[in-house]
């Protein structure tokens, strides 16, 4: 299933070997080894169920991080929950309004009971 | 020889979750790649993952989150060949900012600290250097989190984000020797490419002790499975660190810093860090425990060609089979149990491609009396190291290694 990995070998060599070989290696170097790379990500556009509190974790946690890993949590207590939004705010420095803390923590509180 | 399905998942449309209440709402504003689902399946749920092809240089993973990107090797893949092939990689980020461009002639890669010489290495710098090739398990830290019990909160993984490849690229130490260590270094320092969102918010770095960075298996690579890294796998140039979990292979590497002090940043001294405890096992709920970075791995074992709830004929030949590693050793032996681990039959081991790499294994069986049975493997590691019966836990949902079951029916 591998390509061979001589092609790399051979360009690593490149500098040491005589002249004569060199064209050899340029035609290594063709079907080789590293290009230059250029992607689109998806962004994860997907908004959090909408219900009472949603609009305080749209707001604060989207611009981070997609929805789809918070949904996927297992039940968690309030605690924890708690302690997850803190955690972002602490360690993770995420600017959401210490306002907004209890409205996000009892929105993620009733979307993970009501599943 | 009776061969059980090959899928490990079940699959459904998008109208399985028809009756989920809330996440019906979700999904109804997922891109159309979601419209296939699978199921893990995890203790008490939730555990249906769309399925995505959206992500470049990938094939169908497991969609645990888009932005930064958690993707999950379906669990059939590991059936197909001992290397877990790039397309289907895992694929783990931190933060959402990753170069989506990088151009090989400009990209540099940074040596300083406490060296003689700072340097500013090219790839084709890089590519001079002697080469080294090498076959190693990729494994988050958190795989199989979504396996504890207690749940805890992270990455709802199942046993997915972990691959097996051979890497080509250069020694770390051959790098660091280029620069000059000076005496009194204590810690090696990698960041990559990938930045925070939040300006103030700790960039992603790991580091490793100084001897452990110029043991001479620690690499630098910038091949994976004989081609040039996926760039959600770290393009150009990724640390390789055999045997240790995963968040140590700094992806898009461009910055390593000999440090003549320990590293005090957030990701090496207080994130991924476990109980200084055999097997990284507390009690749900114990404090006051030690904690210590996460480090090495420990061994595991799989079936891959049977699953959860299949059936199988009573008294009919049959194979098992599946993947072991040994976590910083090679895999000595790998044991199969058809009878919920009263007696254990020792499997063939397949080609040794390394003690850091899956070992592939086989082994015929009859399945006994009719009914409920429980299959297991278990593997012991080239230093006698042996999987527990007994599940870890940890509140990080770190290092999962115990011995998996999977229950059949034999009819």
């Not at chain 2, 760039?231 to 810093?257: C, H, Q």
């Not at chain 2, 009719?370 to 590691?381: A, E, I, N, Q």
């Amino acid at each position: 299933m591998f390509r061979t990995l001589l092609p790399i070998a051979l360009i690593a060599g490149a500098a040491f070997v005589s002249p004569c070989a060199q064209a050899q290696d340029k035609q290594a170097k063709e079907k080789l080894l590293l290009k230059s790379v250029s992607v689109d990500l998806p962004n994860g556009d997907r908004m959090f169920p909408s219900k009472l509190g949603s609009d305080a974790v749209n707001n604060n946690c989207l611009a981070c991080h997609s929805a789809g890993m918070v949904l996927n949590q297992p039940v968690l207590s309030r605690s924890q929950w708690k302690d997850e939004v803190n955690k972002m705010r602490t360690a993770y420095k995420a600017p959401v309004d210490a306002g907004d803390v209890d409205a996000i923590v009892d929105y993620l509180v009733s979307i993970r009971s009501a599943n | 020889m009776e061969k059980a399905s090959p899928s490990h998942f079940l699959w459904s449309r998008r109208h399985f979750l028809g009756r989920a209440g809330g996440a019906t709402l979700a999904l109804a504003s997922t891109p159309a790649w979601a419209d296939v689902m699978t199921r893990l399946p995890l203790p008490g749920g939730p555990d249906e993952r769309p399925m995505t092809t959206a992500f470049p240089q990938k094939g169908a993973l497991i969609l645990q989150r888009t932005r930064p990107p958690l993707l999950e090797t379906p669990f059939e893949v590991f059936d197909q060949s001992v290397f877990t092939p790039n397309d289907r990689f895992f694929v783990r980020w931190h933060w959402a900012l990753i170069p989506t461009e990088v151009n090989i002639d400009a990209f540099r890669l940074a040596v300083r600290g406490h060296v003689n010489r700072n340097l500013s290495l090219s790839l084709n710098d890089i590519l001079a250097l002697p080469q080294m090739e090498l076959a190693a398990v990729n494994q988050c830290s958190g795989n199989s989190r979504g396996y504890f019990q207690p749940r805890v909160p992270g990455g709802q993984w199942s046993n997915g984000s972990m691959g097996n490849a051979r890497w080509t690229g250069v020694r770390l130490n051959d790098v660091l020797e280029r620069a000059g260590v000076k005496a009194g270094a204590v810690q090696v320092r990698f960041n990559g490419m990938d930045e925070a969102t939040v300006p103030d918010a700790p960039d992603f770095m790991k580091s490793l002790a100084i001897d452990h960075a110029r043991d001479g298996e620690v690499m630098l690579a910038y091949a994976m499975n004989g081609e040039q890294l996926p760039l959600l796998n770290g393009f150009p140039l990724r640390l390789i660190v055999p045997g240790w979990y995963s968040t140590y292979w700094v992806k898009m590497l461009n910055d390593i810093e000999v440090l003549d002090q320990p590293d005090t940043n957030f990701w090496t001294k207080t994130a991924y860090t476990i109980p200084d405890t055999p097997n990284a096992s507390i009690k749900p709920g114990e404090i006051g425990v030690r904690m210590v970075p996460i480090n090495r791995m420990v061994p595991r074992s799989f079936i891959t060609n049977i699953k959860a709830g299949d059936t199988l004929r009573a008294s009919a030949p049959t194979l098992a089979r599946g993947i072991a590693f040994g976590g910083d050793s090679g895999v000595s032996r790998v044991d199969f149990s058809k009878d919920g681990g009263k007696n254990w039959q020792q499997a063939k081991l397949g080609k040794d491609e390394g003690k850091y790499s899956f070992r592939q294994w086989q082994i015929h069986f009859n399945p006994a009396d009719k009914g409920d049975h429980v299959l297991m493997v278990r593997c012991t590691s080239t230093t006698g190291e042996m999987q527990s019966d007994t599940p870890n836990w940890n509140p990080s949902g770190f290092m999962r290694s115990v011995i998996e079951q999977t229950a059949v029916v034999v009819a």
